[in-house]
């Protein structure tokens, strides 16, 4: 039984993996509204918008963006349905799970 647990828990991992994508760009600020919202410029220069989870990495970034703007930044994110009440219910977003600065 234990074994069937943990293939299971590893098959669950592996899927999460397989759908991260990693954003190279310039952190260009926050958005806070209903949501908070992290604003990165890619490599081409078109801005992207995530929305954050609650990874310990965003903290520094949503309480002084202006000390960050314009640094370059490395963005881990996947697409993700979720339940957004003020958008009328179930919507795909794309969602940032952690960042780091690049030196």
Do not use: C
Not at 9 to 28: D, I, P, R, S, Y
């Amino acid at each position: 039984m234990k074994k069937t647990l943990l293939t299971i828990a590893l098959t669950g991992m592996l899927a999460f993996a397989a759908q991260a994508e990693v954003l190279k760009g310039t952190f260009a600020g926050i958005d806070q509204g209903d949501y908070v919202h992290l604003n990165v410029k890619n490599e081409k220069g078109e801005l992207q918008s995530f929305w954050l989870t609650q990874d310990k990495s965003f903290t520094p970034f949503v309480e002084n963006p202006k000390k960050f703007q314009g640094k370059k930044v490395e963005v881990t994110w996947h697409k993700v349905t979720r339940d957004i009440p003020e958008a009328g219910g179930k919507m795909e977003i794309e969602e940032a799970t952690s960042i780091k600065l690049l030196p």
